[in-house]
């Protein structure tokens, strides 16, 4: 079956500082993946999705993941952090034939001015 | 473009009253939808999912339904509360090909 982990619950860094937020997903096929962000009490907004080709993908708001089948890893990456992105970030890969999505449980991201 | 519609965006309910919630999307035609719940503090988790007219697939047995009248209206409901259906409750839409979903802004439902 169809799993998505992101290990960290909880992460915390500084304003200009890089990010990295790590996703593990068990999956038999070529996954479709996604990293969607969630401010508090709204709804998700898809940052950015891997289907194929290039295993480095760009999204909005500066993030990109990469792709690493070896590892079955889809890590999101920002270079320098902005206190608005301050919220919490969800890892999700596309179930196999059914267009449904299996969702990590979430990590919440914290920025130190 | 298209847009997903959510209302209520907060609802305080009793326990044992009934619940509709209603989501609508705009600019699409024939797309797939969902309800998903989010607890406070946890993932999602996905309750129906509709391809078409009428034709509703459950996730998870609970006391609520889902229904699909129109092709772009999504209804949740339950005949009676329970303290356990507080959530925040997210429709999405995808087309029919593509695993891409997008998210409406949510209900925040309080069962008291």
């Known amino acids: 079956a169809q799993s998505v982990t992101q290990p960290d619950i909880h992460i915390t860094v500084s304003e200009g500082a890089s990010l990295e937020l790590r996703c593990n997903y068990s999956?038999?096929?070529?996954?479709?993946l996604f990293w969607y962000v969630q401010s508090p009490g709204q709804g998700l907004q898809l940052l950015l999705k891997y289907f194929s080709g290039d295993t480095l993908v760009q999204g909005i708001k500066g993030f990109e993941a990469e792709f690493k089948r070896s590892q079955s890893s889809f890590n999101l990456r920002k270079p320098s952090v902005h206190w608005s992105d301050a919220a919490e970030y969800f890892c999700?890969?596309?179930?196999?034939?059914?267009?449904?999505?299996?969702f990590g449980q979430g990590t919440t991201l914290q920025v130190k001015p | 473009s298209q847009t997903i519609h959510q209302w209520p965006a907060t609802l305080v309910q009793p326990v044992g009253s009934p619940l509709s919630l209603e989501c609508t999307v705009e600019g699409t035609s024939n797309p797939n939808l969902y309800w998903y719940r989010q607890a406070a503090g946890r993932g999602l988790q996905l309750l129906f999912y509709s391809v078409g007219i009428g034709q509703i697939s459950s996730e998870v047995p609970q006391n609520l339904s889902a229904s699909r009248p129109q092709d772009r209206q999504f209804i949740l409901s339950s005949k009676k509360l329970l303290l356990s259906d507080s959530g925040f409750y997210l429709c999405a839409w995808s087309w029919d090909i593509s695993y891409e979903q997008y998210f409406g802004p949510g209900t925040r439902l309080t069962v008291t």
């Open positions: 999700a890969v596309g179930a196999s034939n059914t267009g449904k999505l299996i």
């Open positions: 999956y038999g096929a070529t996954p479709y």
